[in-house]
């Protein structure tokens, strides 16, 4: 639709408690201070079904979350719904989520998933390793810029 702005949904997910198993809170707080027009940023430690309710309310949405295995800085890919069976609504994977939003409730939302290379996962601390505050720093500038050129396949 002509003039029309993207909402736009970032859920950062992990647990902020285990060293850079917390890059994608750490995102979504990054992404927050900056107050970006029509973007509505969520935490959370893991994925569920209450995530569809909110992704549906929107034109698009952001799963940030570290990744043990991408190349560094991070990887930002377009994901398709999937429909999961599952024991437990608990933890849903990205895909899932949009599956489950698309299937009950009609929406249309496009997904994206970004994954920011993590290194330190074995401990518990609140705190990011060098190399992933780097890494976090750019996949932040990357999304922003994204978002605020509208640069998201409408």
């Known amino acids: 639709m002509a003039g029309h702005t993207p909402s736009v949904l970032v859920i ?8 850079d198993d917390g890059l994608g809170p750490a995102l979504a707080g990054a992404l927050e201070a900056m107050a970006l027009p029509g973007v509505t940023i969520e935490a959370d430690y893991q ?19 570290a990744d ?3 190349d560094p800085p991070f990887r930002f890919e377009r994901i398709e719904p999937t429909v999961e ?10 895909a899932a989520v949009l599956g489950t939003a698309r299937s009950l409730l009609r929406a249309g939302t496009l997904g ?24 976090l720093a750019e996949a932040v500038e990357f999304l922003a810029k994204r978002v605020q050129a509208r640069d998201l396949a409408m």
Do not use: Q, T
């Open 12 to 19: 950062g997910y992990g647990n902020p408690g285990r060293l």
């Open 68 to 70: 043990v295995s991408c």
């Open 112 to 135: 994206y998933v970004l994954g920011i290379r993590g290194y330190a996962f074995n401990e518990f601390g609140e705190c990011l390793s060098p190399e992933a505050v780097c890494n």
């Open 85 to 94: 069976l599952s024991f437990s609504s608990h933890s849903l994977s990205p």
């Open 47 to 65: 994925l569920n079904v209450e995530h569809a309710a909110l992704a549906a309310e929107h034109d698009v949405v952001v799963f940030a979350d």
